[in-house]
């Protein structure tokens, strides 16, 4: 996890000078509220979401790793957003995700966004930053270089330790941790990370990042088609 985090970051900036490493992670005193938007569903709050339709039953300290995993799999597509932070600076992060295709805006410290379009078949990513107009390059990347919320390598539940439950940004959490001492909580509504801390690989720094503002099953395939106007 740790290292799949950083290999994102590397991407941008080999494409796009940046003189910050990375990160600046939000007040962990800070609850931000999650927005879910479910297929078929206005925008509401979670608490919102949970009626006797919800196709995502929460069991809260009931839930079983196999029930996350339930959860997880009803899960088609995907947005959230993320700050990291380093001693540093800091590294804000956004990404869409549908249909093997994501589309992921990052910032570092005061630099230009860069914008970055995987297709994850082609194993394929073209990237450019508006600041230098419609110019993008293209280039192959490897699996472990792309940080994707649901990863099956990644987040093999079933393969870790439970620690216990706790609140995270108002949703119930199972928390779990892997063999290499990564924490992990994981929503028991929809079988997701809220929150993971882990050692960064190439800072030797331990970081505790929040997934905020999800958005589930709402998105639209257009939101991660490149652009026409781009000159690759």
Request: hydrophobic letters at 35%; aromatic letters at 10%; one cysteine or more.
């Amino acid at each position: 996890m740790q290292a799949s985090l950083i290999r994102v970051f590397a991407v941008c900036l080999f494409l796009v000078p940046i003189t910050l490493l990375s990160g600046c992670k939000q007040n962990q005193d800070e609850q931000s509220q999650m927005v879910i938007i479910e297929e078929g569903q206005e925008e509401n709050t979670a608490n919102d979401l949970e009626t006797d339709n919800d196709p995502f039953p929460d069991y809260g300290k009931e839930a079983t790793v196999v029930d996350l995993l339930t959860a997880r799999s009803k899960i088609k597509s995907y947005y959230y957003e993320q700050t990291i932070n380093y001693s540093s600076g800091s590294v804000n992060i956004r990404t869409w995700y549908i249909d093997d295709k994501a589309k992921i805006i990052s910032s570092a410290g005061g630099s230009a966004e860069e914008i970055s379009y995987y297709d994850c078949a082609d194993h394929t990513v073209v990237s450019y930053s508006p600041e230098n107009g419609y110019n993008a390059i293209e280039m192959l990347f490897d699996d472990q270089e792309l940080d994707l919320l649901i990863d099956q390598e990644d987040y093999d539940l079933s393969a870790w330790e439970v620690i216990g439950y706790e609140s995270i940004s108002d949703q119930s959490c199972l928390a779990l941790k892997n063999s290499a001492g990564d924490k992990f909580w994981i929503s028991t509504k929809y079988g997701i990370p809220l929150q993971v801390e882990f050692t960064d690989s190439m800072t030797g720094e331990r970081l505790k990042v929040k997934y905020e503002n999800y958005k589930i099953n709402s998105l639209d395939l257009s939101e991660v088609e490149i652009p026409d106007e781009l000159q690759i």
